[in-house]
């Protein structure tokens, strides 16, 4: 993988990540011309698309538009999965996450991002290990005054950043399955 | 009051904002707020940051947003430049807000050295938000870089797993190739170290990568390679999925080392393929086993042949059975999760099938599957179908397999209502298309043509034309469809595509009748495409007299035709037109007089244009002096072209190389501009619309005799129809004497029957002067005489050189040379002049070398030593070891030395027998300090090694230069074998 790339759906960046060296000039000229290509395709449109000489992966979840650039010879679907994995990950450590928890627990949005792929490749794909690496490390905070304070409450949210980026009723019916095929 | 305004405004920013921020706020409203407002900071920083950052996207305008950062920029400057230390949380707060605005997508100009500070801490956040600085707003800071290192090292070496995966991380972000020259060494032995922590492997694993992919050159393999290949049995799946990625890596370049991985991939593979899907535990995704390292050990194997151990190779076999059996079962789940982990697993396993195309029934039951996917439900899938077909459609074993999916795939191409799936169907009809079903699939993309969007047009006319012309069993359908081509799609028809229309034509008698007849049907269109007009005005040009029998294509007919689309059409249209018309003078004897009336008209004998405005007065006066006789061979139809490659299929690969379409327009731009520009002087026209070259050469080089190399007229009639215009070819640029030149400056550096070009020239740092003289041999007069040269990284300015030479006579022509930047290239210089009756082209490389701005540099034996040892690394350095054909005198080898422009360096090497130089090269925007060794050597056999210089371009000039020394050493002595040696090394210098 090259870069991934978090934008939300009125083109704002929420999170990057080059795994490449880029100059700043280019990654914003990489990024605005991808922002405008993928908001511009309708919703049925297939998750894949040739750009220079990449392929792009995106999928959106509620308001954000999760974007990564492979070579050629990388595999889409799992990327696809990679970034739901990711997402996933994300849902699990906040709780029902939002575009708002990325934007203001951005650093935990890129610690994450870093326990699971680590220079564009897949680093730990379980999830329980990635979140035990996480936990771990909030528990080495020496403050911890706040997190528990700022939980998410799942009401009704005022604006367009906070829809949750995976439904709740399908994930915890996909967890109920999980749980039922394990035990 | 005071308590009111700042909860008014707090609230309002967080009902702009999330609810999330206003529980926050209710909890802590209490004590906060209602003693004292400004307390909310220090009794609850995290949320005073989340305010911070609310205020940012609460949506006010775009300046209110840039007020509000600067002010915030100016506060956190100033709070690190104040007198007070902070302490370490407000420099992580601070360090943090920074990271904010940076990735609101504003740009940050400090807080470097804080963050760096805060790799020190001990405490974690404070580290690990100090990394997160550094991996997002990397600074190739020198300073800073070796600091980062150090924190690196010391957390790398802490034993702290926790820490060490913070250290791995930042170097896999960074990735740096300073990282990589400190922490080559050490990742790959932490990797590999029997008491590291699995998830310290997996990070180490991967920073390893990172560093391999950046700079390969500084990780060196090593004993450490073999363990790497055993982490593939380690327990822990996590550890191997990220070993796995780090092999596929390794062993892409260096298979060799790296073959042991196959069987222990293929053992891996299959006890995941075959194991149940609860065996694996949190490594199942959506009831997929180990998806990721599935995917991941099946890319590994395609870096290998088909394995050569049979129970090795059955027992793959029998793991990709296994996943395209598990393809046909019910899926275990709905979710589309589950489906893609499957099918992404499933695309791997038929890549590597295709990749190995070598077991028949593999590859049909691959295909067969696609098939399946062509009709799924999921675009995705579909796009990915069309996209693996295209590669089993050139395996032999799988192509008529893959044929019979033609209906599914035109189906695709009418209905699909993504453009990218569309264009992947495309690709697969190109591919799929063979003589059987050629017809069809060209009717189709046609028809698809009509409809297609434009962004992929140019390329489905490309193929069209490519397939047309492969396919072609009687070349009537080959005319039928390009001019279908034209009709529909005219904009996207480039030149090339109706270049090779008429080469094709005119290289084949029995489609001539037929393409006269066709373009005359196409041209009663009312509205036609110019580039119809084009192959229509041509075509009949040269074979109109074939169908002028029908009265109704009469050769006044067929010209009143032509002439009706004349007004509409552009000048390089016009100018063709206007040729035709003279052929027409030779094919219809009848129809002199009206094309006369035409060309005599105002509007062509005093058109603005120059082009048109000569051909008409020339054509006009041709057609009245010239008999019959010489108007028959004048305008004689055209001789066949020389077979070559299609100029539509080079262009099709270009489209589809790495090289955007912009780009190739612009070099292609630049290249005819440059053919223009070197011409100017000698014809007012110009070549690429001269198709029948005709304007301003003698009647004889139009026809004569076959291959036309060294008239520029008869060479245009063949060049005009390839992508390449220049007026010369590339190959025939003269360079034999050349490689004398590098080490003198005066001397003769061409000569021939009519001309003797010789050189005169001065260097000094990086400015440069040469005279050139041009002596005329013969007793006539050179006409039109022009000489010009193009190079980018030089700045040259000459003198226009005299139009006349008298024969015998010499001119001579200064070129004040600067140099810019390092070079590769030679300057090429062009002479054009007019002998006879004969275009004279000669394009010679003149040899101004990057040598040429060297500045000798004497230095003592210590001084040379100590800085040839300061540039060790391998990117400094170039060798070459070459064989001397003949022996070595060592006073010519020192003239030569001196000659290169370094200094010669007497008595500085303690082996006598080897020569030292040393010198700077000037240009205008660096100096590059170089050094010097030449080691004869009698006994040794040479093993020639290579090394890059720092500098691209100064490698290669060294490199060349080096040759050069070999050359004139066998250009200077004779007798025995010598084998000599001779380094480079060159540094960029301080300005001294």
Redesign the interface.
């Known amino acids: 993988m090259q870069f991934m790339l978090l934008f939300s759906r009125q083109g704002k960046?929420?999170?990057?990540k080059w795994?490449?060296?880029l100059s700043?000039k280019e990654k914003k000229k990489i990024t605005r011309e991808l922002v405008q290509t993928v908001l511009a395709r309708?919703p049925?449109?297939?998750?894949?698309?040739?750009w220079?000489?990449l392929k792009i992966v995106y999928k959106r979840y509620a308001s954000l538009y999760f974007c990564c650039a492979i070579e050629d010879?990388d595999?889409?679907?799992?990327t696809?999965?990679?970034i739901?994995?990711y997402v996933e990950l994300l849902d699990k450590y906040f709780g029902s996450v939002c575009e708002?928890d990325i934007?203001?627990n951005?650093?935990k949005a890129?610690?994450i991002l870093?326990e699971f792929l680590?220079?564009?490749?897949?680093?730990?794909?379980?999830?329980?290990?990635v979140l035990k690496?996480i936990e771990?490390?909030d528990l080495?905070?020496?403050?911890s005054?706040?997190e528990a304070?700022?939980a998410?409450?799942g009401?009704?949210?005022?604006?367009q950043?906070?829809s949750f980026l995976i439904h709740e009723p399908t994930l915890n019916s996909?967890i109920l399955?999980t749980r039922n095929?394990?035990s | 009051m005071l308590n009111m305004t700042v909860i008014y405004f707090i609230s309002y920013l967080y009902l702009r904002t999330s609810l999330k921020l206003m529980f926050a706020f209710c909890l802590h409203s209490d004590e906060g707020l209602s003693k004292h407002p400004v307390s909310l900071e220090t009794l609850y920083p995290s949320i005073k940051i989340k305010v911070y950052f609310a205020l940012f996207i609460s949506g006010k305008s775009k300046e209110a947003e840039i007020k509000r950062i600067n002010k915030e920029l100016a506060n956190i400057r100033s709070k690190f430049k104040g007198d007070k230390a902070l302490d370490g949380y407000s420099k992580k707060k601070y360090v943090c807000k920074l990271l904010f605005i940076f990735l609101l997508g504003h740009d940050i100009d400090f807080g470097h050295m804080e963050a760096v500070n805060l790799l020190s801490s001990n405490k974690y956040t404070e580290k690990q938000i100090g990394y997160l600085f550094i991996s997002v707003l990397v600074n190739s800071n020198s300073d800073l870089i070796r600091l980062i290192n150090n924190a690196i090292k010391n957390d790398l070496s802490s034993r702290n797993p926790t820490f060490m995966n913070l250290a791995l991380h930042c170097i896999a972000n960074v990735g740096s190739r300073e990282m990589a020259e400190a922490f080559a060494a050490e990742v790959p032995r932490i990797l590999v170290a029997g008491d590291t922590m699995d998830s310290v492997k997996q990070s180490a694993a991967l920073c390893l990568l990172r560093l391999n992919r950046t700079s390969p050159d500084l990780i060196p393999m090593g004993e450490w390679t073999s363990r790497v290949v055993h982490l593939l049995n380690d327990q822990h799946l996590g550890v191997v999925t990220a070993a796995t990625s780090l092999i596929i890596t390794l062993a892409q370049k260096n298979p060799d080392d790296f073959k042991t991985s196959v069987s222990l991939a293929v053992a891996r593979l299959s006890r995941i393929v075959t194991s149940a899907s609860t065996d694996l535990q949190d490594y199942t995704y959506y009831f997929v086993a180990a998806p990721w390292l599935s995917v991941k050990l099946l890319r590994l194997l395609q870096c290998y042949p088909p394995p050569e151990d049979a129970a090795i190779r059955g027992r793959l076999t029998e793991c990709l059975e296994t996943i395209l059996n598990k393809a046909q079962e019910p899926p275990k789940s709905k979710k589309v999760q589950h489906s893609n982990a499957k099918n992404a697993v499933l695309f791997e396993a038929i890549s590597l099938i295709i990749h190995h195309d070598s077991e028949p029934t593999l590859l049909v039951r691959a295909c067969n599957q696609l098939g399946q996917f062509l009709q799924h439900r999921e675009t995705n899938l579909r796009y990915l179908a069309l996209e693996s077909m295209c590669m089993l459609a050139s395996s032999e074993f799988s192509h008529e397999a893959v044929k019979t999916h033609i209906e599914t795939v035109i189906n695709a191409l009418k209905t699909e209502r993504d453009v990218s799936v569309r264009q992947r169907a495309v690709d697969l009809l190109y591919a799929m298309c063979d003589r059987s079903n050629a017809k069809q699939i060209v009717a189709e993309m046609l028809s698809y043509l009509e409809t297609a969007d434009y962004s992929i047009r140019e390329e489905i006319v490309l193929k069209v034309a490519i397939l047309a012309e492969k396919y072609a069993v009687d070349y009537t359908w080959y005319v039928d469809t390009i001019l279908n081509l034209i009709r529909i799609a005219g904009d996207y028809v480039s030149e090339e595509v109706w270049y090779r229309v008429i080469q094709i034509v005119i290289n084949r008698d029995d489609v001539q009748g037929y393409a006269a007849k066709t373009v005359f049907e196409a041209l009663q269109a009312p509205a036609c495409h110019e580039n119809l007009v084009k192959v229509g005005g041509y075509i009949l040009g040269e074979f109109g007299n074939l169908i002028a029998g029908d009265p109704r294509s009469s050769p006044l007919i067929q010209f009143n035709l032509l002439h009706s689309k004349f007004h509409l059409c552009s000048v390089p249209t016009r100018a063709l037109l206007l040729s035709a018309y003279v052929k027409f003078i030779n094919l219809f004897p009848e129809v002199k007089g009206t094309i006369q009336e035409v060309l005599r008209a105002d509007s062509q004998l005093r058109n603005a244009d120059v082009e048109l405005q000569q051909r008409a007065v020339e054509y006009l006066r041709l057609s009245c002096i010239a008999s019959t006789d010489i108007l028959a061979t004048v305008l004689e139809e055209m001789p066949p072209f020389p077979e070559r490659e299609s100029s539509i299929l080079a262009k099709l690969k270009k489209k589809k190389g790495s090289g955007t379409v912009s780009d190739m327009e612009d070099s292609r731009k630049e290249r005819s501009t440059n053919v223009n520009g070197s011409n100017d002087h000698i014809v007012t026209t110009s070549p690429s619309s001269d198709l029948l070259g005709l304007g301003h050469t003698q009647a004889a080089a139009l026809n004569s005799a076959s291959p036309p190399v060294t008239s520029n007229a008869a060479s245009l009639l063949v060049d005009v129809f390839t992508e390449s215009l220049p007026v010369v070819p590339p190959t025939s640029i003269i360079e034999e004497n050349f490689s004398r030149f590098v080490c003198k400056n005066n001397g003769v550096l061409y000569e021939n029957q009519l001309l003797q070009i010789g050189l005169k020239s001065e260097f000094r740092q990086n400015l440069g002067r040469m005279y050139v003289f041009y002596g005329n041999k013969t007793t006539t007069q050179f006409l039109n005489f022009s000489a010009s040269l193009v190079c980018q990284d030089l700045n040259i300015h000459t003198t226009p050189a005299d139009p006349v030479v008298d024969g015998g006579a010499q001119l001579q022509q200064v070129f004040n040379i600067e140099c810019l930047l390092d070079f590769v290239e030679a300057p090429v210089l062009s002479v054009h002049f007019r002998y006879g009756g004969s275009m004279q082209n000669i394009s010679i490389r003149l040899p101004i070398t990057l040598n040429k701005f060297f500045q000798p540099t004497e230095m003592t034996s210590q001084e040379f030593f100590q800085r040839w040892k300061q540039l060790g690394a391998p990117q400094q350095e170039v060798q070459k070891i070459f064989k001397a054909k003949h022996s070595m005198d060592t006073e010519v080898t020192k003239a030569k030395i001196i000659g290169f422009g370094t200094a010669l360096l007497d008595g500085v090497d303690p082996n006598p027998s080897n020569f030292v130089g040393a010198g700077v090269i000037h240009t205008k925007t660096i100096q590059v300090g170089c050094l010097l060794r030449l080691e004869p050597n009698t006994q040794a056999q040479a093993s020639c090694s290579v090394k890059r210089t720092h500098i691209h371009a100064a490698l290669y000039t060294l490199m060349t230069i080096n040759c050069n020394i070999d050359y004139c050493s066998t250009d200077i002595s004779k007798g025995k074998i010598k084998i000599f040696k001779c380094i480079f090394k060159s540094q960029h210098s301080q300005n001294k």
């Open positions: 960046l929420r999170l990057q795994y490449v060296p700043d309708k049925k449109m297939c998750s894949f698309l040739e220079r000489d010879q595999n889409e679907l799992i696809l999965e990679i739901h994995r708002l934007i203001f951005f650093e890129y610690f870093d680590l220079g564009g490749e897949a680093q730990e794909t379980s999830k329980k290990n690496a771990q490390a080495l905070q020496e403050v005054h706040h304070c700022i998410p409450s009401n009704a949210f005022l604006t950043h906070s996909h399955i095929m394990c």
